[in-house]
């Protein structure tokens, strides 16, 4: 029991866009293997690019041609169950680390090809999606961004990061040192 709760934990570094490999399997995942001998490692691929593909798109038919059709309130939010998955859909790309990275200050100093990307990629996938929408959108998007990047750094980021460093250190600038 308890190893199979370390095993499913979440390594620190690891993207949540990618899937969560085994330590058992020694192959790569991504590719299934060429041997057609191997039925069952073949399986276990498959088996493991779905799990990926679950990870990656919420919403089945995203990015496959079909577009989903969502309502929109006066204030073009999105409506029902629809609406939910899609605002979770934009939550998956949001927190993807290889298309938003974190290292930026904060989310207004993200490169505008990146929001632009996730803007065209939302105008394909959905059947009916007015300009008016991209403020919503974009909206939702800072949002998600802001909360994501304060949970990694809450979790993940300590100031001081030696045991024994001072956490006074600011106030034992030498004499010529300038303060500004």
């Known amino acids: 029991m308890i190893s199979e709760i370390v095993t499913r ?11 969560q490999q085994k330590q058992a399997l020694t192959h790569d995942t991504t590719h299934p ?4 001998s191997s039925s069952s490692t073949s399986a276990q691929a498959n088996t493991m690019i779905q799990a990926w593909s679950r990870q990656i798109f919420r919403i089945k038919s995203w990015c496959s041609g079909n577009k989903l059709k969502v309502q929109f309130d006066v204030n073009n939010k999105p409506l029902g169950d629809e609406g939910t998955t899609l605002t979770g859909q934009l939550g998956i790309m ?24 996730i803007w ?19 909206d939702s998007y800072r949002r998600i961004y802001k909360d994501n ?7 993940h980021y ?3 990061m030696f045991p024994n460093a001072d956490p006074n250190v600011a106030s034992r600038v030498p004499s010529f040192v300038d303060p500004d």
């Open 94 to 117: 949001v927190r993807n680390s290889y298309r938003v990275p974190l290292t930026y200050l904060n989310r207004k100093s993200v490169p505008n090809h990146i929001k632009e990307g």
């Open 9 to 19: 934990k979440r390594k620190v570094g690891r993207p949540r866009s990618q899937p």
């Open 149 to 155: 990047k304060a949970k990694i750094k809450a979790e």
């Open 158 to 160: 300590t100031a001081y």
């Open 33 to 36: 293997p060429s041997h057609p």
């Open 120 to 138: 065209k990629e939302v105008q394909d996938n959905l059947e009916f999606c007015t300009d008016e929408f991209k403020s919503a959108c974009m």
